[in-house]
T-cell receptor
């Protein structure tokens, strides 16, 4: 599993886009980038994942650099309910049963 | 998606005793996992719960301390044995059909006195 580096904490104003960076400079070609978040006192929640191409779903967008050494999770219109710890994970998932390796994550605080 | 429930939601136990945590999924899933989250920390994978066979444990976790059962595709249990205060944590179950997308239960908050 590639090591990931994220800022410890970030602030964002409500209604603005929240851009959460993640560095995974040692990622290998078959490792995906996953993002999960954990709202206080809840279990983690899957957000999005990608390999090479940028991805978008109803929750967020994932931008992966061409060299795949870093990525950015974008919450387009942050709300107070988006305050959570966001985890970036870089792992190979080749069809076997793989648990996830969580780092320390970024504590995102949405300010009213 | 899958909805995961855990029982109990919390418990306070005396050292030296054991607690069994149940994880129920609302649909059949391929994969189930158990994690531990110590106070103020991130999640650590304990083991993969394999249906019909012994669980696969991560480094630092052993079957004698954390026996796991998975009798079918919707249910698993984790037992924390011979507990000490260092076992005070939140224990989370996750499940899913692929490694790409796992769904987590709300967790079981365990306090050992």
């Amino acid at each position: 599993d590639a090591k990931t580096t994220q800022p410890t904490s970030m602030d964002c104003a409500e209604g603005r886009a929240a851009n959460l960076p993640c560095n995974h400079s040692t990622i290998s070609g078959n490792e995906y980038v996953y993002w999960y978040r954990q709202i206080h006192s809840q279990g983690p929640q899957y957000i999005i994942h990608g390999l090479k191409n940028n991805e978008t779903n109803e929750m967020a967008s994932l931008i992966i650099t061409e060299d795949r050494k870093s990525s950015t999770l974008i919450l387009p219109h942050a709300t107070l309910r988006d305050t959570a710890v966001y985890y970036c994970i870089a792992e190979y998932s080749g069809g076997g049963a793989d648990g996830l390796t969580f780092g320390k994550g970024t504590h995102l605080i949405i300010q009213p | 998606s899958a909805v995961i429930s855990q029982k109990p939601s919390r418990d306070i136990c005396q050292r030296g005793t054991s607690l069994t945590i149940q994880c129920q999924v609302d649909s059949q899933v391929t994969m189930m996992f158990w994690y531990r989250q110590q106070p103020g920390q991130s999640l650590t994978l304990i083991a993969t719960a394999n249906q019909g066979s012994e669980a696969t444990y991560e480094s630092g976790f052993v079957i004698d301390k954390f026996p796991i059962s998975r009798p079918n595709l919707t249910f698993s249990t984790l037992t924390v044995s011979n507990m000490s205060p260092e076992d005070s944590s939140i224990y989370l179950c996750s499940a899913g059909h692929s490694a790409y997308e796992q769904y987590f239960g709300p967790g079981t908050r365990l306090t050992v006195t």
